[in-house]
């Protein structure tokens, strides 16, 4: 599914940027867009920035950073959620326990793949 969004809501300033001589979406808008497919809230609200600033926090604590630089990751600030209330996308919405168990069922699955099936990781001695 490709995802879908509309940041018209969110100030010129904040949304977009000038790279490579041209006016691009924000790196942070497209940071943003994609956490709202890790944290299962497709719209940023006044009501639910702060549910929506948790859930990234969490996928960052548990994941790493959705971003970084070469000085290293980057997390997100609460100041930085705020400034995009009223971005939308496509995504579909989780409950609480629907994003937590998908969180979880990923973080699992990529720590046992770290670990893999090495027939000598296995054996002791």
């Known amino acids: 599914m490709s995802i879908w969004f509309d940041a018209s809501a969110v100030p010129e300033s904040v949304r977009t940027e ?22 299962g809230i497709p719209t940023i609200t ?6 929506f600033y948790a859930r990234v926090r969490v996928h960052e604590a548990l994941v ?17 959620v705020r400034s995009h209330i009223g971005l939308r996308t496509n995504v579909t ?22 670990f893999g099936g090495n027939p000598a990781m296995l054996s002791i001695g």
């Open 93 to 114: 919405p989780k409950s609480e326990a629907a994003w937590q168990r998908q969180l979880l069922k990923y973080v699992m699955g990529t720590h046992r793949h770290q």
């Open 18 to 39: 000038v790279r490579e001589g041209r006016v691009q979406t924000a790196l942070l808008t497209s940071c943003l867009v994609s956490a709202c497919l890790n944290v």
């Open 64 to 80: 790493g950073a959705l971003r970084g630089n070469d000085k290293g990751p980057m997390f997100m600030q609460p100041h930085e």
């Open 46 to 51: 006044e009501a639910n920035a702060r549910e």
